[in-house]
């Protein structure tokens, strides 16, 4: 399966370039980076570190993708938005890991599945698309009256959005779990006198610093005792492992959008 790889340059776009140099069942058909990077027109080999691999980097993605099966895409919510259109023009399949995606941002992305295989996770894991499952198990069995729910995450202090995406994924399972409204439910910040924690809500912590990957938990706390599901990514590799077996699941299914659950069969 032939992939192309956006925002090729960056770290995460190495992380993928490498992952695909490792993969059998894939090959590298295309690297793409913004208009007036620098790096447009290296061999992204050499700057992933493999070697030169013949192929250069561009900064036209739509002629990349009409030699592709595949694209992957970690890159920003605005330039995913626009690589989803690109990517129902060319009738490819377009694996999303962009987090901080707005509302709006959604519905363009649904539209552009009409005629793409989209597969959209805020986390490509196997690990921490296990633990989601098992959120919404524990939130379920859990009755809100007797244990509030506070998901606590940190990341690398260049990380740019907040909550991040796992956290939303989490706390979307969670409010499966309880069957509740999370945009209507989730406290973001808490600062001052804030009173009292409302019953039935979903807190989220944000941490930033150092070059943390990515570390998440997920805590019930109850009256006398606490329940805590954590998930700590050690290797942004994971990350593009899940990507890939997310492109390769998807290359055979009808256009529509997905999520890892559904690679998974969680």
């Not at 690297?31 to 070697?51: F, K, M, N, Q, T």
């Not at 633990?131 to 995450?153: G, M, N, R, T």
């Not at 699941?249 to 659950?261: E, N, T, V």
Request: charged share 20%; proline share 2%; aromatic share 4%.
């Amino acid at each position: 399966m032939g992939l192309v790889v956006v925002g090729a340059a960056g770290r995460m776009g190495q992380t993928l370039v490498r992952a695909i140099h490792d993969t059998p069942e894939v090959h590298l058909a295309g690297a793409v980076e913004r208009h007036g990077s620098p790096d447009v027109g290296r061999d992204v080999g050499e700057l992933a570190g493999i070697g030169a691999c013949g192929v250069a980097i561009t900064d036209n993605p739509l002629a990349a993708f009409a030699k592709a099966d595949g694209v992957l895409d970690f890159t920003a919510p605005a330039a995913s938005v626009e690589f989803a259109g690109y990517a129902a023009q060319a009738r490819i399949v377009h694996v999303i890991g962009t987090t901080g995606c707005s509302g709006e941002d959604e519905e363009k992305f649904a539209a552009a599945a009409r005629h793409a295989t989209i597969v959209k996770s805020g986390n490509m894991s196997l690990g921490v698309n296990l633990l989601a499952a098992l959120v919404e198990q524990a939130a379920h069995a859990l009755a809100a009256a007797d244990f509030d729910i506070e998901i606590l995450e940190m990341h690398h202090r260049r990380k740019v959005d907040a909550p991040s995406g796992t956290a939303l994924l989490l706390g979307q399972a969670a409010a499966r779990g309880r069957e509740i409204s999370l945009a209507e439910k989730s406290v973001r910040v808490r600062d001052g006198h804030t009173g009292a924690r409302e019953e039935g809500t979903v807190g989220f912590a944000t941490l930033r610093g150092g070059t943390v990957v990515g570390d998440h938990s997920v805590i019930f706390a109850g009256a006398g005792e606490r329940i805590e599901l954590s998930h700590r990514a050690e290797d942004r590799s994971l990350f593009a492992q899940g990507a890939i077996k997310a492109a390769l699941w998807a290359r055979d299914r009808k256009p529509g959008l997905y999520s890892m659950r559904d690679v998974l069969g969680l």
